[in-house]
């Protein structure tokens, strides 16, 4: 399992950008956000973007898509083995890999990395490690 530190997380946007996110996030994955609070919002967008740059990820719109597709699919999506190697293809610029995940998962292997863990215990398991200043992707 990707491990998120506390120092990434930190370090993970500035809080001009997780505005960003959190604002695209309730604007075009409502549904996925609704039932979530600002403050649990923002935290998952933080986790989020300190998982995505741990694959390498750092433009504003890859990390947008790539905590997206944790928020509407799975937190771990990421650790589907189709996804994985995608995102640790090195024949593809980091920052493409997130457009590459749609060119190359079928759709079966996007329905399996949607029912690979369970979110609410992923996000408590997350919430858990910050307090104990470590952290699980």
Do not use: N
């Not at 956000?33 to 740059?53: I, K, M, P, Q, W």
């Not at 493409?96 to 079928?106: I, M, N």
């Amino acid at each position: 399992m990707l491990k998120v530190k506390r120092r990434q997380r930190s370090e993970a946007g500035d809080p001009a950008f997780v505005d960003r996110t959190v604002g695209h996030l309730r604007r075009f994955h409502g549904v996925a956000t609704e039932r979530l609070s600002d403050d649990e919002l923002r935290f998952r967008v933080r986790h989020g973007l300190a998982r995505g740059r741990g694959h390498g990820l750092t433009w504003e719109s890859s990390l947008t898509v790539f905590v997206a597709h944790m928020i509407e699919l799975c937190p771990a999506f990421d650790e589907h083995p189709a996804a994985a190697r995608v995102l640790a293809d090195a024949s593809i610029p980091p920052d493409e890999r997130v457009e590459a995940l749609l060119a190359r998962l079928t759709e079966d292997e996007w329905e399996e990395a949607a029912r690979m863990c369970d979110p609410v215990a992923y996000w408590a398991r997350a919430h858990a490690d910050e307090a104990d200043g470590g952290g699980h992707g």
